[in-house]
């Protein structure tokens, strides 16, 4: 019998079991703002991130009326998360992102705001606002981050060092009471082995309360594309890709859960890498060579 996530890796559900006593749905929405970082970074296509189920629709009620239905089919739970996560989710004009968020936060399934955004589109005053519209309810604020490495964050077109990142870490830490994500890219150009399994033991060193990880995808129209096409990117394999994840989390305390393991660009936008299977079967070989190899998080945690 094959072993649930949690004897490998602390997972998103067996934490929203204890936490909150059930599984929450979560429904995907977008403030149509634009990315402060211009050109974007080189993996980035916003197309390829917008949910289907809320394509066409403007403001966020439109979008909450639209694909509400949807989430309510798929996930059998009262409790949901408003999820904003194209583009960067807090920048723009305060009171803009004020109403948009309150619309969400006006329905009562929603208990949790999560918003992913670019920690230099953090600042004492949005915190403040968020504060304001969450009332009673949570709010999670997951910070793309990618790698501590300042040279791959220049190649990558980040738009930020570390440094920044770090600043932001800190406001939200000693100001708040959000739960802070941070998300990561395994298989970023001209990182080693070694390079990925530093910015996780960095990771660790911080203590985020939860990591969004995934490997590096080529999307159409993007500076990544034509890097691929001119032979100056290889995409992982899966099996490579499960090598590194597999130790990259064994350097994690098992305090961080782990929201995500694999992403999947929307089809008509995904170049490369093709890997053949779906995430049930990613996940049954995973925990393969993690079991074959004697992997879990934070095997190599050195306290």
């Known amino acids: 019998m094959e072993k ?9 559900l067996s934490f929203m079991k204890v936490k909150y006593g059930k599984k929450l749905g979560k429904i995907g929405l977008t403030l149509h703002t634009p ?11 916003k197309d390829s991130f917008i949910p289907q189920t809320i394509k066409g629709a403007v403001t966020v009620k439109e979008q909450m009326e639209q694909g509400f239905p949807y989430v309510k089919r798929k996930y ?35 208990k949790i705001l999560a ?14 606002m968020l504060k304001t519209v969450a009332k009673d309810k949570e709010v999670w604020l997951e910070l793309g981050l990618q790698s501590v490495h300042d040279e791959t964050l220049k190649t990558i077109n980040r738009g930020h060092l570390y440094a920044s990142f770090m600043k932001a870490f800190k406001m939200i830490r000693e100001n708040t009471d959000f739960l802070i994500g941070v998300h990561l890219i395994i298989g970023l150009p001209g990182e080693t082995d070694e390079m990925i399994y530093d910015t996780f033991r960095e990771i660790n060193r911080i203590k985020p309360d939860y990591v969004k990880i995934h490997h590096l995808q080529v999307v159409k129209r993007t500076e990544l594309e034509r890097m691929y096409a001119d032979g100056k990117y290889t995409p992982l394999t899966a099996d490579k890709y499960i090598e590194l994840f597999s130790n990259a989390v064994s350097y994690l305390d098992r305090s961080i859960v782990i929201q995500r393991i694999i992403s999947r660009a929307h089809s008509d936008q995904l170049i490369a890498p093709k890997w053949g299977f779906i995430n049930e079967e990613f996940k049954h070989k995973l925990f393969e060579y993690m079991d074959k190899q004697g992997i879990y998080q934070s095997k190599n945690v050195i306290s």
């Not at 990315?35 to 296509?45: A, K, L, S, V």
């Not at 989710?89 to 109403?99: D, P, V």
């Not at 918003?115 to 403040?128: A, Q, V």
Request: glycine share 2%.
């Open 76 to 110: 059998p739970t009262d409790s949901f998360i408003a999820y904003f996560q194209d583009n960067t989710s807090t920048y723009g004009e305060i009171n803009y992102l004020s109403e948009s968020f309150e619309t969400a936060l006006s329905y009562p399934e929603i």
């Open 35 to 45: 990315c402060p970082n211009d050109p974007p970074c080189i993996f980035c296509n």
């Open 115 to 128: 918003l992913s955004t670019r920690p230099d589109s953090i600042y004492p005053e949005l915190l403040d």
């Open 4 to 12: 649930h996530s949690k004897y490998y890796y602390s997972d998103i």
